[in-house]
């Protein structure tokens, strides 16, 4: 089972850019990574996924290294509302089964 | 608009008692999944569905059970309820894998068991 390993905690600024990394081993080259976003009393909602390098949307980036042990989740221009619980997946298909594997999560605190 | 459900929101029960937490979505999707929230342990999967009459164990199956008998629903059974077992139950769906691997999950509201 691919394991996990996000910082628990982290503080920003308005304004400012976040970057959450997770760390994971075992990941295979067609293994891909997800994260969510969760508040208080809500299920997690997705963000951003890729495979390899870098992916962009509207919301996030995500930058996955060539050798795929880690990946980073960067916000940019973060605000007080982005204040949540950021979770990493990674999804592993073994034969015709599905593993899938959240990190603990790291709680972004935004300041004003 | 299409939505996932989760009923009850919130359950309060005794050890021992059977009880089923409903999960419901309007997605049409293939796929469904439970997990279990607990501080300092993230989300982790208790079972999914790749489709009708399809159930998989994920990493922490003990003690839980499912059924698919439709594409809307799948609930979720703690056979004989312990202390253990109280936690944050969030449903999730997804549609099958696209072209390019994707697979984003919606989660439901969560359900919040507790057993006394």
């Known amino acids: 089972l691919a394991k996990t390993t996000q910082p628990i905690s982290m503080d920003s600024y308005e304004g400012q850019e976040v970057n959450i990394t997770c760390s994971h081993n075992?990941?295979?080259?067609?293994?891909?990574i997800t994260w969510y976003q969760q508040f208080p009393s809500q299920g997690p909602r997705f963000i951003i996924q890729?495979?390899?390098t870098k992916v962009t949307n509207e919301v996030a980036s995500l930058f996955i290294p060539a050798d795929r042990k880690s990946s980073t989740l960067s916000l940019p221009r973060v605000s007080l509302s982005d204040t949540a619980v950021y979770y990493c997946l990674v999804v592993t298909q073994v034969g015709s089964a599905r593993q899938l594997t959240f990190g603990s999560g790291t709680q972004l605190t935004v300041l004003p | 608009d299409a939505e996932i459900t989760q009923s009850p929101r919130h359950k309060i029960t005794e050890t021992g008692r059977q009880v089923t937490l409903a999960c419901h979505q309007t997605?049409?999707?293939?796929?469904m999944f439970w997990y279990r929230q607990d501080l300092g342990h993230g989300l982790r999967l208790i079972h999914y569905s790749y489709g009708v009459q399809d159930t998989n164990k994920g990493e922490v199956s003990d003690g839980y059970s499912v059924s698919r008998s439709n594409t809307e629903d799948l609930p979720l059974t703690l056979e004989s309820a312990a202390s253990s077992q109280t936690s944050v139950y969030f449903c999730?769906?997804?549609?099958?894998?696209?072209?390019?691997?994707?697979?984003?999950?919606?989660f439901g509201p969560g359900t919040r068991l507790t057993v006394l």
């Open positions: 999730a769906s997804s549609d099958s894998y696209g072209l390019d691997g994707t697979d984003t999950q919606y």
């Open positions: 075992n990941i295979a080259t067609n293994d891909y």
């Open positions: 997605w049409n999707h293939n796929n």
């Open positions: 890729g495979y390899k």
